[in-house]
């Protein structure tokens, strides 16, 4: 019951949160506005005020996918760091300690400072998506020829990949075009510009491939929780669950940095602020950590917008101040707790 009223509670927060977020921007629009404009001519027979064409053009052509964005990269972003959170024990574990947003950027960068859109508007996410997958690829194969995929060899094995990705980042920024370093600091900084209609769906393929593996896997992470020893006991492999958590991982962090650049913290927040309220069960703590990170994301969004309004930060500036003080504050809480 407790979990059912979380989930509702947060489903109604998140319902109210896009609203405020599409109705956003230098035209302001209302929530009454926003409903007009999506629910077009059946605006009237639902009893709201009919809105003309340019406000609706710009709910749902302009407005609508990047809130869907936000809403969709948010809660992916939560799920992976939950997911990896429980795969290798480590509180501070996020997409980007395992070289998989370094992984995507190198792609993305690439294509900014060297090659050009060759393949039209697909080239950039196409490239980061790559760059993600070839870094989950590398760190698998370190850790593996490192005797085993045990959780602290994942994490020296991502931490040396991300390393290694950055340095080849700066490397092809300083050699490339110096034109483009604006649009590559933007784009490390993370965005959500890039929302459109036709590459929602990549966004969509990261939510459906974490929510078919928890619902598939969730008992095996729950057994994880109690140790190696107890997995093994119940009939759960440790190390090739934790492969296929890092391989999941991995396809849903290239397929939001590739639409997004590198937005930061969410996945080590959220998953923390989830098990407070749904408890350590993953088929409570993941559904609650993807709402979660949808709020977090289209809160720093309507930030990114209006802190230096009219201009917009790039958001990933924002989630990366949060997480700074969400980290120092937990740091802090520990050091004051009972010793």
Known sequence: MRTRSLTIVLAIALFIMMLLATGAGSTSVDPGMVLAALAGSWAEHLGLTPVDEGVQSIVRDLRLPRTILAALVG???????????????NDLADPFLFGLSSGAAVGAVAVITITGERFGVWSLPLAAFSGGLVAAACVLLLAHRTAGLGAEKIVL???????????????????????????????????????????????????????????????????????DDTAHSLGVNPERLRRQVFIVAALATACCVAL?????????????????????????????????????????????????????????????GIGAAFVIAMLLRRADGPR
């Open 157 to 227: 094995a991502g931490l040396a990949i991300s390393f290694l990705f950055g340095s080849l980042t700066h490397a092809m920024v300083f050699a490339g075009d110096q034109r483009a370093a604006h649009s590559v600091l933007f784009w490390s900084l993370g965005g959500l510009g890039m929302a459109r209609w036709n590459n929602l769906p990549l966004a969509a393929t990261a939510l459906i491939a974490l929510g078919s593996f928890v619902i598939l896997r969730h008992r095996s992470l729950d057994a994880l929780l109690a140790g």
């Open 75 to 89: 809660a992916s972003l939560a799920m992976v760091g939950a997911l990896l959170q429980t795969a290798t024990r």
């Open 260 to 320: 997004t650049g590198v937005i930061g913290f969410i996945g080590l927040m959220v998953p923390h602020l989830a098990r407070g309220r749904a408890g350590l069960l993953h088929a409570a703590l993941v559904p609650a950590s993807a709402l979660m990170g949808a709020l977090l994301l289209l809160a720093s969004d309507l930030l990114s917008r209006g802190l230096i309004a009219p201009q917009e930060l790039p958001v990933g500036i924002v989630t990366g």
